[in-house]
């Protein structure tokens, strides 16, 4: 096990090159950084830990727009000489948008495509294709590690340098902002993991039922590779298998129902990034 911030691993060492000093202001999103680094997560997430993620990620940018609309803060980042620091956030955060729109979309796409087979499953119907399954499968894929690719140029880029800092509130703002950023690449990697699992292997159906029930092992079992696992085993058996067809009902109607809370909170962090990013691009335009 790997704690959740390893997913970013030289960020942590460039992002503080501000002092590292606190401030009142900052304190309350600097706690719940700590907590969502306390974090644990597997080299294959499930989805009750991709989705414990991005609660923590969602109550970390919540925390981010209420730092960035005190008073305090809007009237030291708008006093700041260089306009660089400002441009640095503004820059990631558009960014941050597009991977959080695109996984979003991914993540609710899917949804509607496992609510599709479950329509099919429950009309019984003889010819049952799971074609539209397995090629957004092989789409999500693609388009998640290609997002992976992208977070991890972010994650590799140099920071503006600066010099020491005499505004301690400044100062403060721009390292958690930084910080917020380096936790967003290690959240949304793990997202990326998830959805990217790759086609089932070949396994039976009861080796993954022995899985499933044996506690050690269930909280590593992959709940799309579970899905593409049951579903391969009622083509073997044929539809009108009932026994198979629950099995595959139980699998999809959990997926689903792990999907939702996902795109909640994917739902949550884009308001939150759409806020703080209007609130930057005024306090850039009053510089």
């Given amino acids: ?60 940018h919540k925390c981010m727009v209420d730092l960035l609309n005190l008073p305090l803060t809007l009237q030291a980042l708008s006093q700041c000489q260089n306009r660089k620091w400002v441009d640095e956030i503004l820059d990631k955060s558009v960014r941050f948008l597009d991977v959080c729109g695109t996984t979003r979309d991914l993540v609710s796409q899917f949804k509607e495509i496992v609510k599709e087979v479950q329509s099919l499953l429950r009309r019984r119907k003889e010819d049952l294709s799971t074609n539209n399954y397995t090629t957004f499968r092989k789409k999500m894929k693609k388009e998640a590690k290609s997002l992976i690719t992208a977070l991890k140029r972010m994650d590799h880029e140099e920071v503006v340098a600066v010099m020491e800092v005499d505004d301690q509130l400044f100062s403060a703002v721009i390292r958690v902002l930084r910080e917020v950023a380096t936790m967003g690449i290690s959240v949304f990697q793990m997202v990326l993991v998830f ?37 391969s085993s009622l083509f073997k058996c044929g539809p009108n298998e009932v026994v198979e067809i629950q099995f595959v009902k139980s699998r999809l109607e959990n997926l689903e129902a792990h999907f939702e809370c996902i795109e909640n909170g994917l739902d949550n962090i884009f308001r939150c990034l759409i806020r703080s990013r209007s609130t930057l691009l005024n306090v850039a335009s009053c510089q």
């Fill in 195 to 231: 959805l990217s699992t790759p086609n089932s292997r070949p396994i039976s159906k009861w080796s993954l039922v022995s899985r499933l029930i044996n506690k050690g092992d269930q909280d590593n079992v992959n709940e799309i590779e579970s899905v593409d696992v049951a579903l």
């Fill in 1 to 60: 096990m790997k704690k959740m911030a390893s997913f970013s691993s030289k960020t942590n060492n460039r992002s503080i090159s501000l002092p590292s000093r606190s401030h009142p202001a900052t304190q309350i999103i600097e706690e719940e950084l700590n907590r969502l680094k306390t974090w644990e997560f597997s080299a294959s997430p499930t989805a009750e830990a991709v989705h414990n993620g991005l609660i923590g990620l969602g109550e970390v």
